[in-house]
């Protein structure tokens, strides 16, 4: 039951990723083969390699970046603590937020996110190795069994064993009474607000709704009330 998950342990987090460049011509021209050749099954006929890049790269971990990481902590008092690491440079990103994993408070912390299992943690822990550091501990799973890997997913937990089943966050939302975050844009809309409009600012305001809501669907499901943002 998750109600018996100690929820001062658990860590809430959300990641915004965009494609490695702006287009698919500043691609080398091994990386651009490189994509071709992974994303040939993928693409209908009438769509190009270029095209596909510019919808897609941004959520493939072999070629796209972290922009954003926002993690929340429960702070005891009814309210969410929420903090971000983002930036252009990745490695120095991905290196702050690695730090946070030597405090005492955070050793045994269970990590948190919707469809974390399937995007988020392993999304980390693979831009972690490429960017030349080692994944934190919460991240590392070889030789785990699996009820020893401290992640939840409240995608996983919604399915009750149904495997095939898929639900948004912005669904779970509505569903129990959650205020929505995409009240202002959505995680399609992301890349070309990074790239086009340069707007960082507003891709983390973003991603820290996503956090928020994320808590107060994991209370929901706990049939606890919702929790407040700590704001200092």
């Not at 919808?55 to 954003?68: L, V």
Request: with cysteine; glycine share 4%; hydrophobic share 40%.
């Amino acid at each position: 039951m998750i109600k018996n998950i100690p929820i001062e342990k658990v860590l809430f987090l959300d990641i915004e990723t965009v494609p490695q460049v702006s287009n698919f011509a500043e691609l080398s021209e091994a990386e651009q083969k490189l994509w071709d050749k992974k994303t040939a099954r993928q693409r209908e006929e009438d769509i190009s390699a270029e095209d596909f890049y510019r919808d897609r790269a941004g959520i493939m971990a072999e070629f796209g970046k972290i922009i954003c990481i926002s993690i929340g902590i429960y702070d005891k008092n009814n309210k969410i603590l929420i903090r971000s690491f983002a930036g252009d440079h990745e490695e120095e990103l991905l290196k702050e937020f690695g730090e946070i994993f030597n405090r005492p408070k955070l050793q045994n912390v269970i990590l948190c996110a919707h469809n974390g299992k399937e995007f988020d943690f392993p999304w980390i822990a693979r831009r972690f190795l490429i960017n030349g550091m080692q994944p934190p501990i919460p991240f590392q799973m070889f030789g785990k069994k699996p009820w020893e890997i401290p992640h939840l997913d409240t995608m996983e937990l919604w399915k009750f064993g149904d495997w095939k089943s898929f639900i948004s966050l912005e669904l779970m939302a509505h569903i129990f009474g959650v205020p929505t975050p995409k009240d202002d844009i959505d995680g399609s809309m992301v890349s070309s607000i990074y790239y086009i409009e340069k707007d960082l600012p507003r891709i983390v305001k973003y991603c820290e709704k996503d956090v928020l809501t994320l808590a107060n669907i994991f209370r929901k499901m706990r049939q606890e009330d919702l929790l407040e943002r700590r704001e200092d």
